[in-house]
């Protein structure tokens, strides 16, 4: 792909765009620095990487511009390559953040070993044998995310790599299906009492006393009919594959150039469709089946453990493999590591996003948003307030789980203090978790929905984000509702 040379006037107006927000950054520092108090001013680095990514299409650089503002706003100019340096350790150390990388690299061997083992390629021809239209093969798509329910990770990673060839066959952009796969990632999550999202909040609840110990999964059940966002976005997706709902924004122009051309992919797109070559031709079904039984049993097995159900999954496929003489040892450990490194890409995103949400807490981004919207959560309007601050900060922050770690603690006390419906301001926390997840564009089950779809994040984001803001307005109205009828 040919770059083309940036305009001269471009230059320059970017260039004294970006020394004028380097200036206001040192004031901060230099106003509000020493005690902290930076109130509506903490939300610049999050201003900045939203505006960048807008105009550069680029995420991990958008990320890491908007942590180096954060950065310059909180030390001086002798502390900052330290702050910098103790940033990138913090994030490096964080359990959570080792974690999805092993987690999320594993996963990426796995479908490397069920690609060049022939198995999604015969998942797709088998596909294509049971289901012949466009529509067909967009719901078998939704009802796999419903299947695999207990990770969003999982979902989206297993799912979109699985499914591209049979959509590409019908004739769906990629930002379709990867609108699909990612809209039953953590929106599904939420509403099964046995996803990895129901242990966290449950735990959550626990921790802030409005459940009695080993009684927080109680609550959280109870608070599934309440998580609105779930079950709108669920509903909208329904809608646009059956063509009730008409395409929406971007999303209109990718699959008119899908159907037309049969470009699935843009231009742009193109140098994202990584794919492992030199799969087994004329494979069996399960080969594609069993590594992906094995990874959903032995995740279920190890109390929802993606990385230890990778692990084991992955040890299956390769005795699995083994035995059928599908591939040398050399090719598969050679896949493994592949595919492996085809995920540092997203990782990078995610990283920096870990980044961004350490510069955030740093700032008091959260404590700040919370506390200017307490004198509007009454117990009618507190469910719809909690839910639109809470799904604008995850939304902003990439934070889907960490900022209820410091959320709840203020709002949960505040609605029993104003004898709100406990279980109903549960399910709209929740649902401005998901919320977040599904449309952050640098969020993990965005990036990690693109990077499965063969799509950039940006690409993925900019044509999923109607559909995700219908969703999120019907939701408001909705808690809206709920709150003066309950």
């Not at 490096?92 to 974690?99: D, G, I, K, Y």
């Not at 971007?250 to 008119?256: D, V």
Request: glycine share 10%.
């Amino acid at each position: 792909m040919k770059l083309e040379p940036a305009r001269p006037s471009e230059t320059i107006a970017v260039g004294a765009i970006a020394l004028a927000v380097i200036a206001f950054a040192l004031y901060c520092y230099r106003t509000y620095g020493a005690d902290g108090g930076f109130g509506s001013l903490s939300l610049l680095p999050t201003a900045v990487v939203v505006v960048t990514a807008l105009y550069t299409k680029r995420t991990i650089e958008s990320l890491f511009i908007g942590v180096l503002v954060g950065l310059v706003m909180t030390n001086s100019v002798a502390d900052f390559i330290p702050a910098l340096g103790g940033t990138f350790l913090d994030v490096f150390m964080n359990e959570t953040v080792a974690w999805i990388f092993i987690a999320c690299g594993l996963m990426g061997s796995m479908i490397a070993l069920v690609t060049m083992g022939g198995g999604a390629e015969a998942f797709g021809r088998w596909l294509i044998t049971r289901v012949h239209t466009k529509k067909g093969t967009l719901f078998s798509t939704m009802a796999l995310g419903l299947v695999i329910f207990i990770d969003d990770y999982l979902n989206a990673l297993t799912i979109g790599a699985s499914m591209r060839k049979a959509t590409d066959r019908v004739r769906t952009s990629r930002e379709f299906l990867a609108y699909v796969v990612d809209s039953t990632a953590a929106p599904v999550c939420i509403i099964l009492p046995f996803s990895t999202w129901a242990v966290f909040f449950s735990g959550l609840l626990e921790e802030n006393n409005v459940a009695l110990e080993g009684q927080g999964i109680d609550l959280f059940i109870s608070s599934i009919p309440y998580m609105l966002y779930a079950w709108v976005c669920l509903a909208v997706v329904i809608l646009a594959i059956s063509g009730k709902l008409p395409l929406l924004g971007r999303m209109k122009a990718a699959e008119l150039r899908a159907e037309s051309t049969g470009e699935v992919l843009s231009e742009a797109d193109k140098p994202h469709d990584v794919e492992m070559v030199g799969g087994v031709e004329k494979s069996n079904t399960l080969n594609f089946f069993v590594p992906i039984a094995s990874l959903i049993f032995f995740t279920w097995y190890f109390d929802i453990d993606i990385m230890s159900g990778a692990m084991a999954s992955i040890f299956v496929t390769l005795a699995f493999f083994g035995i059928q003489r599908l591939l040398s040892m050399g090719q598969m450990f050679d896949g493994i590591l592949k595919g492996f490194v085809g995920m540092i890409m997203p990782l990078g995103t995610l990283f920096c996003g870990f980044m961004l949400a350490e510069v955030n807490d740093t700032l008091g981004t959260t404590e700040y948003v919370i506390n200017a919207t307490t004198a509007f959560m009454t117990a009618e309007m507190l469910p719809m307030v909690a839910f639109v601050v809470m799904a604008a900060l995850a939304f902003a922050t990439a934070s889907f789980w960490g900022i209820f770690v410091v959320g709840m603690p203020i709002i949960l006390p505040l609605a029993l203090a104003v004898n709100a419906d406990i279980p109903l301001v549960v399910g709209a926390m929740i649902s401005a978790s998901a919320f977040g997840s599904h449309a952050c564009f640098y969020g993990d089950s965005t990036v990690l929905s693109a990077k499965a779809c063969g799509i950039s994040p940006m690409s993925h984001a900019m044509t999923q984000l109607p559909y995700a803001m219908l969703g999120g307005v019907v939701s408001a109205f909705g808690f809206l509702a709920l709150g003066f009828m309950l």
